[in-house]
């Protein structure tokens, strides 16, 4: 059965770096979106895309956030410049059309020191 | 006030008991989701529905639109039932998902 997954499974960085979160969507999906999840908190969306261009963002989603699909494959996520409440767990998530179930890949656990 | 609310927060029960989680949202929805989180974290999507009911295996999940209220159950619970089970909501062309906070499951065996 097709999968989302997403590389690193876990991330340790120091505060002001920059990491980039990737994930390969299910092959034939147009939708792609980015969650977080905070330890012991709810999942929080941060972007979604379609047609190469983001769609719609959040509040959490500023400037030192990007994403890129820079392949068929890959859908990227960009942190310029990690602060420690970066720290949490990022889902890569993907549908067919908007109206479809999302698929969720298994998660980056980053950690920013 | 949140978004998507869900009660109970916590729920502990025996093996073969009847389940029920249930979830409140107080906006207009294109539809509703329930996932399940597993303790490794990973999130599975069970259901999507924006009417009715929908049952796959031992699990039911049901929605009144007008009360904006949904239901999920589980019959016969297992302990491989135990996890975080979230509701979530979908509204807007671009379908971005809103969260409860979850209700953490343990079926004792």
């Known amino acids: 059965e097709p999968e989302v997954t997403q590389t690193p499974s876990h991330q340790v960085t120091q505060m002001g770096q920059e990491v980039i979160l990737r994930c390969v969507p299910i092959s034939n999906h147009l939708y792609f979106y980015w969650y977080r999840q905070i330890l012991g908190q709810k999942v929080e969306f941060l972007v979604s895309?379609?047609?190469?261009?983001?769609?719609?963002k959040s509040e959490i989603f500023d400037d030192q956030f990007s994403v890129e699909r820079p392949d068929g494959s890959n859908f990227t996520l960009k942190i310029r410049s990690t602060k420690l409440e970066d720290s949490a767990m990022y889902f890569c998530a993907s549908s067919g059309q908007p109206r479809e179930t999302q698929y969720f890949g298994p998660g980056t656990r980053l950690l920013v020191l | 006030k949140n978004e998507v609310e869900q009660s109970p927060q916590n729920l502990t029960a025996q093996e073969g008991e009847f389940i029920t989680i249930n979830c409140s949202y107080s906006?207009?929805?294109?539809?509703l989701h329930w996932l399940q989180q597993h303790p490794g974290g990973g999130i599975v999507s069970l259901f999507m529905l924006s009417s009715g009911k929908k049952k796959h295996g031992r699990l039911i999940a049901t929605i009144n639109i007008q009360e904006k209220h949904s239901s999920l159950h589980i019959t016969a619970s297992h302990p491989r039932d135990s996890a975080v089970y979230i509701c979530?909501?979908?509204?807007?062309?671009?379908?971005?998902?809103?969260f409860g906070k979850g209700t953490l499951l343990t079926v004792n065996p």
């Open positions: 979530a909501v979908s509204r807007g062309s671009n379908y971005k998902l809103t």
């Open positions: 895309f379609y047609n190469n261009e983001i769609s719609e």
């Open positions: 906006v207009g929805i294109s539809a």
